[in-house]
């Protein structure tokens, strides 16, 4: 009883955030699943169950063997919905600007670090001009971005290919966010451009962390300094890249106001998360809209659920 | 002959030293200049009159001076932002500073007036923080709609407000594990109570978590655009990011107002990241959980 009354207000204050989120973001999901699972595919709503959502979103291999397996005897004639085409671009587009964005920002701010890391003049600014991109909305920035990898031709270039050609640098000219093959690459540059500068903050405090004796004693072994680095310091920012992988993924899974602010609703840059908000706005299908939001939740929580479970165990442990 | 010798390497062995210097800050200068790239093209393209859309000189100063996009994307007849920018002035001051609240007492509890199951409870709320807000959005909006909810920047307070619990929950429970333990107990010894102990040994301690917090939430407030777009449906009370990516997604709007648009958008945060950029820096570490 005593021991209720010890812990029992504090349970008590925190009790509407746990309801809210208990109903907010768990009671949601549970409800967006079930949206996906419908058969309410127009603007009225109806809630018939229906799984063709689910199947236009898989390559029809997989929604074959599905009825196969799960024993549907009219499996053999079942008229194979056909995969999204449009949904087959955007996985190719997510794939292509996660690999650009999170190695390309991972590697710049990673690099910067290691400049800024051992003294430098001027720190406090250089750190203050790479990090000031988290302050600006993707919506302001996908403004000048878009004009920056305009890829008109000839003489109404701007931009990049405008300066290129200034510079005498016209073979770099290039199609930008419209290649078509490369396009979703352009896009991660403004993505790397927003970030690059957090992850040079994330390594830097790694870099710092690493206590100077540690470094002197490699030193007075006669270890080089990139040897130092190497074997000392490199080691310890494991963590760090670790978080920083986490989260740089997680936000180009669901990458969105940058793509809409930059290519708009083309599919040439269409992306999963934009690709949802057309669904549900424009073709107002809901349940295949509810159906690829289920799919960036599942993609994100593969990559969420161990690191906060790791995270919270290493914590104990302290 | 050796000391000769010795001279000469260690000469070359500064010289590298010295080139390697030189190397090092030429390409943090280069960083520097290719992040700042937006903003010279930003400021130059907004500061050109009506005559100067030729975008064969696009990267060169404005002939002439012209304040005209700025006057037209600050409160023009076609493309003003003043009535988006008040809207989300109301969005984000009252959503800031709940969540602030909320997220200060959720730590306090967390950390320092903890239950059994409290780190439980710590990470059922985490997980709020990762989700994709896609994945809630298509019911949420429906919801809103099923209780007849307050349309328009009310609901999206609301939505910002409990979407804003994990992360400032996280950023509080992070800053108060760092008061000793002793001052908690010292008041338990004195029997106060847990809002009596929080009101007068952690409140006053608090500033910067609040700082750190109230940043946080002002800018990815400010800066939303996801919920904003899923939420409000009447025009009227579109915040500000909306408003700039109607205007600016048109072709026929001039490059130099969609410049100064964007400009314009983004200078509450950007006024706030000068002013208190320590601050910032902090409550990003905190988003990067242990980082």
Known sequence: MRKIRRWGPGLLLVSPSILLVAVFVYGLIGWNIKVSLSDWRQAEETSGFDTSAYKELFPSGVGETGEYVSGVATGEQSDTLSTDPAWIIDLHHALLFTVAFVLGALIIGASLAFLLDKGVKGEGMFRAIYLFPMAVSFIAAGVVWRWLMNPAPGDRATGFNLLFDKLGLGFLRNDWYLGQDWGAAALALPAMWALSGYIMALYLAGFRGVPEELREAARMDGASEWRVYRHVVFPHLRPVTLSALIILGHISIKVFDLIVAIGGKQLITQTPAVYMWILIYDARDYAKGAAIATLLLVGISVLIVPYLIYTVRSERRV | ?291
């Open chain 2, 1 to 291: 002959m050796t000391t000769v010798a010795l001279d000469r390497t260690s000469r070359r062995r500064r010289r590298r030293r010295v080139s390697s210097r030189v190397l090092k800050y030429a390409a943090l200068a280069f960083a520097a200049v290719v992040v700042l790239l937006p903003v010279y093209v930003l400021l130059v393209a907004s500061f050109k009159g009506a005559g100067e859309a030729d975008p064969s000189r696009a990267w060169a100063l404005p002939e002439s001076w012209s304040l005209d996009a700025w006057r037209e994307a600050w409160n023009g007849e076609q493309y003003g932002l003043l009535p988006f920018l008040k809207n989300s002035l109301k969005l984000v001051i009252p959503a800031t500073l709940i969540s602030t609240v909320i997220g200060s007492l959720n730590g306090f509890v967390l950390s320092r007036w903890r239950f059994p199951g409290a780190d439980l409870v710590f990470l059922f709320l985490l997980f709020g923080l990762f989700i994709p807000y896609q994945a809630v959005m298509i019911p949420l909006t429906q919801i809103f709609i099923d209780v007849d909810f307050p349309e328009g920047i009310p609901r999206l307070a609301f939505a910002h407000i409990v979407y804003g619990i994990p992360i400032t929950t996280l950023i509080f429970r992070s800053y108060y594990a760092t008061i000793p333990e002793d001052l908690i107990e010292a008041a338990r010894m004195d029997r106060a109570g847990m809002l009596r102990t929080y009101w007068s040994v952690v409140l006053p301690i608090s500033a910067p978590a609040f700082v750190v917090t109230a940043i946080w939430q002002f800018t990815s407030i400010w800066n939303d655009f996801l919920f904003a777009v899923f939420i409000v449906t009447d025009p009227g009370q579109w915040p500000v990011t909306v408003a700039l990516n109607n205007t600016t997604g048109s072709l026929v709007t001039p490059y130099n107002v969609q410049m100064a648009a964007a400009l314009i958008a983004s200078l509450p945060t950007l006024i706030v990241y000068i002013l208190l950029g320590r601050y910032f820096m902090r409550g990003l570490m905190a988003g990067a959980l242990k980082g």
